[in-house]
């Protein structure tokens, strides 16, 4: 175990090539590791920043497919929104980043790991949440909690001083954090929450406005609860999402405005963009809706609250993480079938579903002929159900 060796989250950005070198010019030999989890970006190129600003090595781990397989579809089959508006996609990467993180210092013998994450921020708590319970004698470091660079500029010249190649020309007014499931945009004109996003901002999906007046229809087969075709056509999970993406995004689909509250107290004003994520998880509910008993439906409703929740908050890899995951797993045993969703001007309706698994018997809902209902036996049951109120002569109300 070298105790002076670091292996530090980069991102290829300013803060993270800055954090480079801050660890080299404190003797530490500093390994960049890059997890590729569809954010996109030219892995060359950074690669090179990252040596130039004095790296001594850059992995770079093709994550994708077990964030898609492991990470995403499990948070959809969960159906796990945070406070009704965002799919999770930063929140997921950050476990499998941190993961990813944890087994190269072991593969390198690094005693210490290290992100670039702000100190108000979630993914500084997920990060370190997630080293904790995977290897918690790792030595973890937070350089952007540490040093004394407030702002933007101030790093601009601590780069420039020390001669590490970033190109700060290209700089979007935005925060943005992208992977295969979504983008979420913050800081700018999005700080004040009274403002409409400009369009600018959105990188997925364009303009509802300005999308298509005709509406494209999308078949979605799922198997035990992870989608695993479109149109017919079978898919393996990322490119499936890359599917749904570009469909999604033709059509304006997937935006969102949310002011959220972050688990270090603060709320903040964030846009996210997931236009194949909102429509794998409207298609998955309505799928359920068929499939699932009443009961068990309603039970789960409360089970994603509380699953988001612990995606949020970093609690990844716990146990009660964990147990949810069991249960889930159970009520996924019958989410096979097909749904047909209608995509038209950022709205996603779902217009048909199908399954063999479907508890909807047609003979006892038709209202037309061949209705099998027993409707003398809805007396009895109504007057049971009603027994405890009546008579009581408005007692406790
Ligand atoms: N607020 C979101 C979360 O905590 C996203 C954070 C990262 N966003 C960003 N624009 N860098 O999961």
């Known amino acids: 175990m070298n105790n002076k060796k670091v292996v530090l989250a980069y991102s290829g950005g300013l803060d993270t090539s800055v954090a480079v070198r801050w660890l080299a010019d404190r003797g530490y030999d500093v390994i960049a590791y890059m997890a590729d989890v569809g954010q996109g970006g030219d892995f060359q190129k950074l690669k090179k920043r990252a040596a130039s600003a004095g790296a001594s ?111 700060v020309t290209k700089k979007s007014p935005y925060s943005l954090d992208q992977n295969i499931w979504g983008i979420s945009i913050e800081c700018g004109v999005l700080e ?17 406005e300005k999308a298509p007046n005709k509406a494209a229809y999308v078949e979605i087969e799922f198997k035990n609860g992870a989608p695993v075709g479109i149109n017919g056509k079978k898919y393996p999970p990322v490119a499936l999402i890359e ?50 008993d009443r009961e068990l439906l309603h039970f789960k409703q409360g089970i994603s609250l509380k699953y988001a929740e612990l995606v949020y908050y970093g609690l990844w890899f716990t146990p009660l993480k964990k147990a949810l995951d069991a249960f889930i797993s159970k009520t996924q045993k019958n989410v096979t079938g097909s749904v047909k969703v209608k995509l038209l001007k950022g709205v996603v309706s779902v217009v048909g579903r199908k399954s063999p698994h479907s508890l909807y018997k047609k003979e006892m809902a038709t209202y037309d002929h061949g209705d099998k209902f027993d409707r003398s036996i809805a007396e009895g049951f109504i007057k049971i159900w009603g027994l405890p109120y009546k008579d009581n002569k408005g007692k406790g109300l």
């Open 57 to 167: 090595k850059v992995v770079v781990q093709d994550l994708k497919k077990e964030f898609a397989e492991d990470f995403v579809f499990q948070s959809l089959k969960a159906g796990a929104v945070y406070e009704s508006k965002y799919l999770l996609a930063t929140a997921l990467s950050r476990p499998i980043i941190a993961k990813g993180l944890v087994e190269a210092a072991k593969k390198e013998e690094a005693a210490s790991i290290a992100h670039g994450c702000t100190g108000k921020g979630n993914d500084q708590v997920r990060f370190e949440v997630t080293a904790m319970a995977l290897a918690p004698g790792l030595k973890i470091i937070a350089p952007l909690r540490e040093w004394n660079m407030f702002s933007r500029e101030d790093e601009i010249e601590y780069a420039k001083e020390r001669g590490i190649n970033i190109d």
């Open 243 to 292: 599917k749904l993406n570009k469909i999604g995004g033709k059509n304006g689909i997937g935006r969102t405005d949310l002011v959220e509250n972050r688990l270090v107290g603060i709320k903040s004003r964030e846009i996210y963009e997931a236009p194949g994520g909102w429509i794998l998880h409207k298609a998955h509910n309505d799928l359920e809706a068929l499939v699932l």
């Open 192 to 208: 004040d929450p009274w403002k409409e996003p400009p369009q600018d901002a959105y990188k997925m999906t364009i303009d509802p």
